[in-house]
């Protein structure tokens, strides 16, 4: 037996907590029968002139970090809880509450010592290994793996990165999952799905003040309304996920997840890319290799939330970048073999 206190375990204790919030749900439009147009009509465009100007400043605000991570981990149920669960064996404690209980008090976590745990673990020291190199070194980082036959590997605000069973299948160096990883790792430094959670936010403040004014002007008041309108005050100062009841996150997160899964442009990916070499440069790794990885996947389209360009335009920029602008830098030649740590892949269904 051997206690590992992997910053992955604490993925476990989001996924046991509040899957059942975020089912999807859309905000209908109020009813306006009986309602004479015009007066409607003016109501709705003061109703939007008061919303902007109360919503508009969130999109200039800066995200804290207790914020930015509890986000996280409402993207990872979100994002996972139907897609697979973690690649660990012999847990010793299933009750997530008492699990999150022992990580908050930084007790140790006991996990059977065998070869899928040291898997996990072995992602997780090749990732926090990249992260210390990035220019959010300091961050909780939490890697894990989770058991899914799509090849595919995402990340949420706050440091999580995940990658699939199925794309690990597909490694056949450290050089090549060290690739995955530091375009992971990008995500999280440039804050793309922090960018897309504050459009959400102003989204949905704009659409429950906009509720409230029409209800307290005179406007109509149908259940739907009702129910947008009540979040109207919650947006007054600054939001804590962490101590919001449900039906708030709910009402913010269905938005972030549909923005998230619709995907980030080119030019965030190509930037993406860039930080993911320069963290395998810096690490030592031989930076062709994740080259050789995206060509091996040839054109093939992603899971969760892909959305990235060509594998040929990719690797186009990837190569110009390592002969370019880091080629005084690229000399590493380390690509260790994964064979053995990975082994337990080839039994996992």
Known sequence: ?????????SLITVFGSGCALFAKAGIQAPSVAGVDPQKLAKLGADAKAYAEGLCDPIIKEEVGFNEE???????????ISGSGHLFLD????KDPVKLNQALEKKQAVTLPDNAINDLTAYVSIVGKNL??????????WTFAVIQNDTVNAFSAPGGYVVV??????????EAQLAGVLGHEIGHVVHKHSLTKYRDAKHKQCIAA???????????????????????????EGKIDLDKSEGGFIKFIMQVVITLLQSG???????????????????????ASEYEKFLTSLG??????????????????????????????????SAKPDTAKAFAPLAASK
């Open 264 to 286: 980030n442009d080119k030019e965030s990916e190509f930037q993406t890319d860039k930080t993911g070499l320069e963290l395998v440069v810096f690490a030592g790794y031989d």
């Open 164 to 173: 699939t069973t199925a794309l690990l299948k597909k490694i056949t160096n």
């Open 209 to 235: 003040n906009y509720a409230s004014h029409l209800i307290e002007h005179g406007g109509p008041n149908t259940p739907a309304t009702a129910d947008v309108a009540k979040f109207a005050k919650k947006f």
């Open 131 to 140: 992260a210390r190199y990035s220019a959010r070194p300091d961050l909780p």
């Open 299 to 332: 054109n093939q389209g992603g899971g969760i939330g892909a959305s990235h360009p060509s594998t040929e335009e990719r690797v186009a920029k990837l190569k110009a970048l390592r002969e370019g602008e880091l080629k005084d830098f690229a000399t590493g």
């Open 90 to 93: 012999g847990l010793a404690e």
């Open 1 to 9: 037996m051997k206690a590992l206190q992997l910053a992955t375990l």
């Open 69 to 79: 991570r509890a986000i996280g981990g409402v993207v990872g149920v979100e994002l």
